[in-house]
């Protein structure tokens, strides 16, 4: 995508317009998208239909510095897998921390089995992962996403999102095998500057893109 084409005229059509990026990896063995909620489900859902792929979500929880909350300080995913940006040693109070720390760990219990309910997540060894977001700002989501999926042993990871900061969309690359970031505006500033409809995607939304997108797998794989 050409980036005066930006922004998106919402996050459906960056996920297409991702998938047409995505397109070398159909068809690759174990292929599964991966999307971090909320705002990467949409953008998933549309990836993963493209490529003819199962999705699923890997839980993140952004850590927001307690006096400006959109400032990720770091993000925590299930495993116990944490990710911090630097910090001043005395910027934020240790007791602070850890009581940010324990109300994302709670609320990422809450959205795993909310979003999935009885069933497990998928397996990753051995798969084509490619994890999926809005877009990249600080990147910290992203980073401890990818950091808790190569515990599993994926053969190929794989980080994706629409739009992000040029320095984000570099530092992933000592974690992910490949980065796909069609469009990596500077100055960046914020993932919703790039979209004409940005919109909080809800619970509700997340659970029912998930369910189509399995029911729509299931057919194709019958």
Not at 145 to 161: M, N, S, T
Request: charged residues 25%; neutral net charge; glycine residues 8%.
């Amino acid at each position: 995508m050409n980036e005066m084409d930006l922004p998106y005229r919402d996050r459906r059509h960056a996920g297409r317009a991702l998938a047409q990026r995505l397109e070398q990896y159909r068809g690759r063995s174990g292929l599964l998208v991966l999307a971090l909620p909320r705002g990467g489900v949409p953008v998933g859902y549309e990836v993963a239909r493209a490529l003819a792929a199962p999705l699923d979500v890997c839980v993140v929880r952004k850590l927001g510095h307690p006096g400006h909350e959109e400032y990720a300080i770091g993000a925590i995913a299930s495993g116990g897998v944490r990710v911090m940006n630097p910090l001043p040693d005395d910027e934020i109070e240790p007791a602070v921390l850890a009581a940010l720390i324990a109300r994302e760990q709670d609320e990422l219990v809450r959205r795993e089995r909310l979003y999935r309910g009885n069933r497990p997540a998928a397996p990753l060894r051995g798969r084509s992962v490619i994890v999926v977001d809005d877009g990249l700002a600080t990147g910290a989501s992203m980073r401890v996403a990818l950091e808790a999926i190569r515990q599993q042993h994926p053969a190929l990871l794989v980080a994706a999102a629409p739009v992000g900061s040029p320095q984000s969309c570099a530092q992933l690359a000592d974690v992910a095998d490949a980065v796909v970031c069609p469009a990596t505006p500077s100055p960046f500033r914020a993932v919703g500057l790039w979209y004409r409809e940005f919109a909080q995607v809800g619970d509700d939304e997340v659970r029912e893109l998930l369910e189509q997108a399995r029911l729509q797998h299931a057919l194709e794989i019958h």
